[in-house]
């Protein structure tokens, strides 16, 4: 069984930055796929970046340019470092890990963007 546990997230005004965190037990971290998604309310769960095991990274389209996904196999963390946040980034954000069909979340940490 893994555990994800995220951090980091907060209030912050328009044009504002935030890194979460999201670290991991088990001692296979490195062969993880990572990822972060994003719930705001009212709205369905949406992918919003990737990082594969071999370092690889994804973004959606409206992240691009904004958002950096990182890890640390070393500490077993993922981050999200997220720059020049709008209001419509507001989402409760979860941490994914995937290895092989087995899938693991966490609990979610909030990110409010609001001046």
Same mark, same amino acid.
């Given at each position: 069984? *893994?555990?994800?546990?995220?951090?980091?997230?907060?209030?912050?005004?328009?044009? @504002? #930055? +935030? $890194?979460?965190?999201? =670290?991991a #037990?088990?001692?296979?971290? /490195?062969?993880?796929?990572m =990822?972060?998604?994003r719930?705001a309310?009212?709205?369905?769960?949406?992918?919003? =970046?990737?990082?594969n095991?071999?370092?690889? $990274?994804?973004?959606?389209?409206s992240?691009?340019? /904004?958002?950096?996904?990182?890890?640390?196999?070393?500490?077993?963390?993922v981050? +999200?470092?997220?720059?020049? +946040?709008?209001?419509?980034?507001?989402a *409760?954000?979860?941490?994914?890990?995937?290895y092989? $069909?087995?899938?693991?979340? @966490?609990?979610?940490?909030?990110v409010?963007? #609001?001046?």
């Amino acid at each position: 069984q *893994v555990q994800l546990v995220e951090s980091g997230g907060g209030l912050v005004q328009p044009g @504002g #930055s +935030l $890194r979460l965190s999201c =670290a991991a #037990s088990g001692s296979i971290f /490195r062969f993880y796929n990572m =990822a972060w998604y994003r719930q705001a309310p009212g709205q369905q769960r949406e992918w919003v =970046a990737l990082i594969n095991s071999e370092g690889s $990274r994804n973004y959606t389209e409206s992240v691009k340019g /904004r958002f950096t996904i990182s890890r640390d196999n070393a500490k077993a963390t993922v981050y +999200l470092r997220m720059n020049s +946040l709008k209001p419509e980034d507001t989402a *409760v954000y979860y941490c994914k890990a995937t290895y092989g $069909r087995t899938v693991y979340w @966490g609990q979610g940490t909030r990110v409010t963007v #609001s001046s």
